[in-house]
């Protein structure tokens, strides 16, 4: 059997092993959720309850405004008590709902019904999957239902099912892939009623070989559906290396997968697919990996969306020994340290890592100058220069690190992890990409309102 790889990543240590034979354990809250308006890429969504409503678990509160955007549920029973601004996990505040959760979990009527995808159109799956607030799971959080109409479908020749989960620590894909590969497998059918041409191919890391047999079986007799193992690396869950290992081409930079003729989902976001179009349930709950030597219980957990992190420690985790350094949303690679527990797991939450050091403040004492001995861009899955853009970054020079490419950064962390210096190149490039994406959008402002006054003083000496 032929495995899979891509140029540059790292191996850093998997720590998969404290969760990796933990089932999915459901948890229901007791305390109150919150429900940030925006948990995807693109506009916020609008809230359609006001304070003192009562609402059902499965209760649309916040509808998508627009098409890049994406409607929002509440996965408890209660009342809506406020809507205002809280902190939510990436370190700043946004709008949410806050809803009194009256531990009933009372559903809305139809929810949990069985459809049978077969017998919809194209037009009803996108539509149920649109409504269901389905957005990637991830990590990047984008419209699914956006991603999955494409200008040309028919040019769509493969739709890859993303379950490399390749961050360290993280297990809750593979628990997924373990417990209910049939939802991912039916899941991949329903989509691929939306691309005609498309087969689809299953990715799996190396590392789960009980993942990858029970998705074999599941979808064993579909002559549309095959699997691919992909070498353990990191980060081989990114879509440019994914498309790589499925259609031998490179996705230049700016383009999509569809440049390629693919479409990507992760496998919890084929799974929620699934569970949207074949049972009338919005995305309301996703699984969460809680890992680390400070947790009391480490395990992966079925959580209901709004949950507050706190609670899920305390109640789900066993509670946090004093001596925790650092608590993470999401893995050690791409994950953001949180500075309050009272954030809400949201559709793109996947995992906290629980630390008893704070690697980051180990590396700021070791710091020293760049030595330039090129490492970062050894390690670069995307052949950036990451020694290059961080000091275009340092200089506010947004027009060279444009130039350098340095909007196609993922944020992976391979350049930090693997610099001897110890720089914060990825921390860099993460504040550096929303201002040079600012910076660019003022300059193109500019030139077509100097374009619109050049047409207008064109137009007014031809009529002298």
């Given at each position: 059997?032929?495995?899979?790889?891509?140029?540059?990543?790292?191996?850093?240590?998997?720590?998969?092993?404290?969760?990796?034979?933990?089932?999915?354990?459901?948890?229901?809250?007791?305390?109150?959720?919150?429900?940030?308006?925006?948990?995807?890429?693109?506009?916020?969504?609008?809230?359609?309850?006001?304070r003192g409503d009562e609402v059902?678990?499965?209760?649309?509160?916040?509808?998508?405004?627009?098409?890049?955007?994406?409607?929002?549920?509440?996965?408890?029973?209660?009342?809506?008590?406020?809507?205002?601004?809280?902190?939510?996990?990436?370190?700043?505040?946004?709008?949410?709902?806050?809803?009194?959760?009256?531990?009933?979990?009372?559903?809305?009527?139809?929810?949990?019904?069985?459809?049978?995808?077969?017998?919809?159109?194209?037009?009803?799956?996108?539509?149920?999957?649109?409504?269901?607030?389905?957005?990637?799971?991830?990590?990047?959080?984008?419209?699914?239902?956006?991603?999955?109409?494409?200008?040309?479908?028919?040019?769509?020749?493969?739709?890859?099912?993303?379950?490399?989960?390749?961050?360290?620590?993280?297990?809750?894909?593979?628990?997924?892939?373990?417990?209910?590969?049939?939802?991912?497998?039916?899941?991949?059918?329903?989509?691929?009623?939306?691309?005609?041409?498309?087969?689809?191919?299953?990715?799996?890391?190396?590392?789960?070989?009980?993942?990858?047999?029970?998705?074999?079986?599941?979808?064993?007799?579909?002559?549309?559906?095959?699997?691919?193992?992909?070498?353990?690396?990191?980060?081989?869950?990114?879509?440019?290396?994914?498309?790589?290992?499925?259609?031998?081409?490179?996705?230049?930079?700016?383009?999509?997968?569809?440049?390629?003729?693919?479409?990507?989902?992760?496998?919890?976001?084929?799974?929620?697919?699934?569970?949207?179009?074949?049972?009338?349930?919005?995305?309301?709950?996703?699984?969460?990996?809680?890992?680390?030597?400070?947790?009391?219980?480490?395990?992966?957990?079925?959580?209901?969306?709004?949950?507050?992190?706190?609670?899920?420690?305390?109640?789900?985790?066993?509670?946090?020994?004093?001596?925790?350094?650092?608590?993470?949303?999401?893995?050690?690679?791409?994950?953001?340290?949180?500075?309050?527990?009272?954030?809400?797991?949201?559709?793109?939450?996947?995992?906290?890592?629980?630390?008893?050091?704070?690697?980051?403040?180990?590396?700021?004492?070791?710091?020293?100058?760049?030595?330039?001995?090129?490492r970062c861009t050894r390690v670069?899955?995307?052949?950036?220069?990451?020694?290059?853009?961080?000091?275009?970054?340092?200089?506010?020079?947004?027009?060279?690190?444009?130039?350098?490419?340095?909007?196609?950064?993922?944020?992976?962390?391979?350049?930090?992890?693997?610099?001897?210096?110890?720089?914060?190149?990825?921390?860099?490039?993460?504040?550096?990409?929303?201002?040079?994406?600012?910076?660019?959008?003022?300059?193109?402002?500019?030139?077509?309102?100097?374009?619109?006054?050049?047409?207008?003083?064109?137009?007014?000496?031809?009529?002298?």
């Amino acid at each position: 059997m032929r495995i899979y790889s891509f140029r540059g990543g790292v191996h850093p240590r998997e720590n998969k092993e404290p969760t990796r034979e933990k089932p999915l354990r459901p948890f229901l809250p007791k305390e109150d959720l919150v429900f940030p308006l925006g948990q995807h890429i693109g506009k916020p969504a609008v809230p359609v309850v006001k304070r003192g409503d009562e609402v059902l678990a499965g209760q649309l509160i916040a509808k998508a405004d627009g098409f890049v955007s994406a409607n929002i549920y509440s996965s408890c029973s209660g009342k809506v008590k406020a809507i205002e601004r809280r902190p939510v996990g990436a370190g700043t505040m946004a709008d949410c709902i806050v809803i009194d959760n009256d531990g009933a979990f009372t559903p809305v009527p139809g929810m949990g019904e069985k459809t049978d995808w077969q017998t919809l159109s194209k037009e009803q799956i996108l539509a149920k999957i649109q409504e269901a607030g389905i957005v990637g799971m991830g990590g990047a959080g984008f419209p699914t239902h956006v991603k999955l109409a494409p200008k040309n479908p028919e040019d769509i020749k493969y739709f890859i099912a993303n379950g490399a989960e390749c961050e360290p620590g993280i297990t809750c894909d593979d628990r997924l892939m373990r417990e209910y590969p049939e939802q991912i497998v039916e899941g991949m059918k329903i989509v691929l009623k939306l691309f005609p041409n498309a087969s689809g191919v299953i990715a799996v890391e190396k590392n789960k070989p009980e993942a990858i047999a029970a998705l074999q079986k599941a979808a064993s007799g579909d002559s549309r559906l095959s699997m691919l193992t992909l070498k353990v690396k990191y980060p081989q869950g990114g879509e440019r290396n994914l498309v790589h290992a499925v259609t031998g081409g490179y996705m230049g930079s700016g383009e999509l997968p569809a440049a390629l003729g693919c479409v990507v989902d992760n496998v919890s976001t084929i799974a929620a697919i699934y569970r949207a179009v074949c049972e009338n349930t919005p995305l309301i709950e996703r699984g969460v990996t809680v890992t680390g030597e400070p947790a009391g219980n480490e395990g992966n957990f079925m959580v209901r969306l709004g949950t507050t992190v706190k609670e899920l420690l305390e109640e789900g985790a066993g509670g946090v020994s004093e001596d925790a350094k650092k608590i993470i949303m999401g893995g050690p690679m791409m994950g953001t340290a949180l500075s309050t527990l009272d954030v809400p797991i949201v559709k793109t939450s996947n995992a906290l890592t629980l630390m008893m050091e704070d690697p980051v403040e180990e590396a700021e004492a070791m710091q020293t100058n760049c030595i330039h001995c090129g490492r970062c861009t050894r390690v670069c899955p995307l052949g950036l220069i990451p020694q290059a853009m961080a000091e275009a970054a340092q200089r506010k020079d947004y027009d060279r690190y444009i130039r350098l490419h340095g909007l196609d950064c993922i944020s992976c962390g391979c350049c930090t992890y693997t610099c001897p210096a110890k720089r914060p190149l990825t921390l860099t490039f993460k504040e550096a990409k929303p201002l040079a994406m600012a910076w660019s959008k003022a300059l193109q402002a500019e030139k077509e309102a100097a374009a619109a006054k050049a047409k207008a003083a064109d137009g007014k000496e031809e009529k002298k």
